[in-house]
């Protein structure tokens, strides 16, 4: 199996809403590895790696983000997988 990485950054309203610990949830759930955090900006940026179907599933979910979100743009790249194990909160 060969792994995906995506790289995203979610703007709009994305602080303060649990973005970060349901993110962290639902890849936990997924068996995603990666990242996420919160960014000066008022963005929040995270890295997804895995399975190419669950860090698709990843990236449809910082679209939306938790039910008090509201992302306005989401920037999505694509990269190397790293090998990464385990997802945390920063």
Same mark, same amino acid.
């Given at each position: 199996?060969? @792994?995906?990485?995506?790289r995203?950054?979610?703007? /709009?309203? !994305?602080?303060? &809403? %649990?973005f970060? #610990?349901?993110?962290?949830?639902?890849?936990?759930?997924?068996?995603? @590895?990666?990242?996420?955090?919160?960014?000066?900006? /008022?963005? !929040?940026e995270? &890295? %997804?790696?895995? #399975?190419?179907?669950?860090?698709?599933?990843?990236?449809?979910?910082?679209?939306?983000?938790?039910?008090?979100?509201?992302?306005?743009?989401?920037?999505?790249?694509?990269?190397?997988?790293?090998?990464?194990?385990?997802?945390?909160?920063?």
């Open positions: 199996m060969s @792994a995906a990485r995506r995203v950054i979610a703007r /709009g309203r !994305v602080q303060g &809403v %649990f970060r #610990d349901s993110t962290r949830r639902r890849a936990d759930s997924l068996g995603v @590895a990666g990242w996420v955090t919160n960014r000066g900006d /008022g963005a !929040v995270a &890295v %997804f790696e895995g #399975d190419p179907d669950a860090v698709e599933s990843m990236v449809r979910y910082a679209r939306e983000g938790p039910g008090n979100a509201s992302v306005s743009d989401l920037e999505v790249t694509e990269e190397d997988p790293e090998g990464l194990t385990g997802f945390r909160v920063t």
